[in-house]
């Protein structure tokens, strides 16, 4: 039983080791930083929704019952689809001099349609990974 738990913890500390290895972060300062902006989400395509609403509506009733349910699916898939909106989703682009080089990172905020906080330039900071910026 005591070698088991000895090489689980042998195991546990090579894969931590592994993890935080990978990991880099670099010092620098913020050189330029500006909100970028993309749209998230997908296009309402309401033809395309009206044609699958009409498909399940087939499968329902018979005879002019089932041209009823074809109508109202196809309405109800239209108007489904319609509602389908693309979201702003913003964030930042910076522009930071670490070891002689310059990095661009951008970084997103958490919600679509949502602002975030930024770092302005002149700041030290860390780049985490280069995917983060993080105020020193």
């Known amino acids: 039983m005591f070698k088991f738990k000895s090489l689980a913890f042998i195991f546990i ?14 010092e620098g300062v913020i050189e330029k930083a500006e909100v970028i902006t993309t749209k998230v989400g997908s296009d309402g395509k309401p033809l395309l929704g009206a044609a699958v609403g009409v498909g399940i509506g087939s499968a329902f009733g018979s005879g002019s019952g089932k041209d009823a ?3 109202t699916g196809g309405l109800l898939g239209a108007r489904k689809a319609a509602q389908k909106k693309k979201e702003m989703l913003y964030g930042w682009r910076y522009i930071v001099k670490a070891n002689d080089e310059l990095h661009v990172v951008d970084a997103w905020c958490d919600q679509p349609s949502q602002q975030c906080s930024g770092v302005v330039k002149g700041k030290e900071v860390y780049i985490i990974n280069n995917k983060e910026v993080v105020e020193k």
Not at 13 to 26: D, E, H, K, R, Y
């Open 13 to 26: 500390g090579l894969f931590t080791s592994q993890a935080i290895a990978g990991s880099t972060v670099m």
């Open 69 to 71: 349910a074809k109508i």
